[in-house]
């Protein structure tokens, strides 16, 4: 009866969204929920950035659209707990009124969201994590994987390097459900490419010395060293293998780096390095315009999560003011049905594994002197589309796929 219900509401919406008004808001309020990591090795990824790109995209909605309701933006620190972050939720969700949860940075924290968004009904938009757990074997009706995903960046970096000659690889994995991930889908890529993984080697979060993990991995022979990890450990990894020349003989690969990694690590270390993204800040004008605001508020460009956040928000908020309604299954049939097209995604589309599909693009990091500006850091060396970049449906673990 209730997917009945859903569907129903779903056929009408868009006839009956003027006439509904907020009618179909509960407390005439829609209340985002910024669940981020304020202090720890994801910070620089999340934290602030998140939380000011949320308050972004209500503040240009409101002043665009003026709704008939109120729009909120609550944040706290999951402190990468997962315990913390199921807590967090539940309360939003059942004392708060939080109608939507973004950004959750940490596979782990991302997952455990997911399974309290589903058991109250409401909506996860996923724009910090990027394990392909979330939308395979955990997926859910109610979460979107929206900013990026392992697959996306492992498949593109490893077929592009294993075509190019480059077909041996060893991985540097930190040891929780994104480097798994990240090590997994690079596997599958670059063998499917012709190439061989010679070997691999698992650490802990927070590594507190990573020089025997690259000296390890440089004895290997292998062409390419693959960081799989992100924040601080992928950034000590980077400037050990800096330290020891080991990428002056063997590529190093950040197989989920980030614009605010180079900037942290600095060009010196970084250049000539590839990696994927699916926004850079100065890509094109509408990029551009809406990166120098959020300079202006924080004081540096935004970084891929960052415009995600943004994106998902606006999105979600359009959404409900077309509907005239906050019911989750309503808003994430809407979202389904509709592309997505602005500064973070071109040529967007939810897939029913979750996964928010979207161009992606292979860039190399520029050596010093050809960097004109602060933050110039990249050269595109290929767009690849969203089916070319993205795992295949055909592929998929994902119960809601299957059945």
């Known amino acids: 009866m209730k997917n009945t219900i859903k569907n ?8 009956a969204s003027t006439a509904a008004g907020a009618d179909g808001i509960s407390g005439n309020t829609v209340k985002i929920g910024v669940l981020a990591d304020m202090s720890g090795p994801f910070s620089d990824l999340s934290g602030e950035g998140a939380i000011v790109s949320a308050r972004m995209a209500v503040a240009d909605f409101v002043a665009g659209h003026k709704p008939a309701f109120g729009v909120e933006v609550v944040t706290a620190d999951h402190q990468n ?3 913390v972050a199921a807590s967090r939720a539940r309360e939003w969700y059942d004392n708060s009124g939080v109608d939507m949860i973004t950004d959750v940075i940490n596979s782990a924290v991302a997952l455990a969201v997911s399974q309290v968004t589903r058991e109250k009904d409401r909506v996860l938009m996923v724009t910090g994590a990027g394990s392909t757990t979330i939308n395979n074997e955990q997926c859910s009706p109610n979460t979107i994987l929206y900013a990026w995903d392992t ?3 492992a498949n593109s970096l490893g077929r592009t390097l294993t075509e190019q000659g480059d077909d041996t690889w060893y991985f540097v994995t930190v040891d929780y459900a994104l480097g798994k991930s990240i090590e997994y889908d690079a596997t599958r890529s670059v063998e499917r490419s012709g190439g061989k993984i010679v070997g691999s080697l698992h650490h802990p979060m927070g590594a507190p010395d990573f020089a025997s993990f690259l000296l390890q991995a440089q004895s290997s022979g292998a062409d390419v060293i693959g960081i ?5 450990d992928l950034h000590n990894a980077v400037r050990v293998a800096n330290e020891f020349g080991i990428n002056r003989r063997q590529k190093i690969v950040g197989l989920a780096a980030s614009m605010t990694d180079v900037h942290a690590l600095g060009l010196e270390i970084t250049q000539g390095m590839l990696l994927v993204e699916g926004f850079y800040w100065n890509q094109d004008d509408e990029a551009r315009q809406w990166s120098q605001r959020f300079f202006e508020k924080t004081g540096k460009m935004p970084n891929l999560l960052n415009a995600a956040t943004y994106s998902a928000v606006t999105n979600y908020l359009s959404a409900v003011e077309t509907l005239g309604t906050d019911d989750a299954g309503t808003v994430l049939a809407y979202l389904h049905e509709h592309e997505i097209n602005d500064l973070f995604a071109k040529n967007g589309r939810i897939r029913p594994d979750g996964q928010m599909v979207h161009d992606v693009y292979l860039f190399e990091v520029k050596r010093p002197e050809e960097s004109k500006e602060p933050w110039d850091y990249y050269k595109l060396r290929e767009t690849i589309p969203a089916e070319k970049a993205y ?8 119960p809601l ?3």
């Open 8 to 15: 129903i509401l779903f056929a009408t919406s868009l006839v």
């Open 391 to 398: 795992q295949p449906l055909s592929e998929s673990r994902c």
């Open 401 to 403: 796929v299957k059945s």
């Open 228 to 232: 799989a990890s992100a924040g601080a």
């Open 151 to 153: 697959y996306s960046l």
């Open 81 to 83: 707990k997962t315990d």
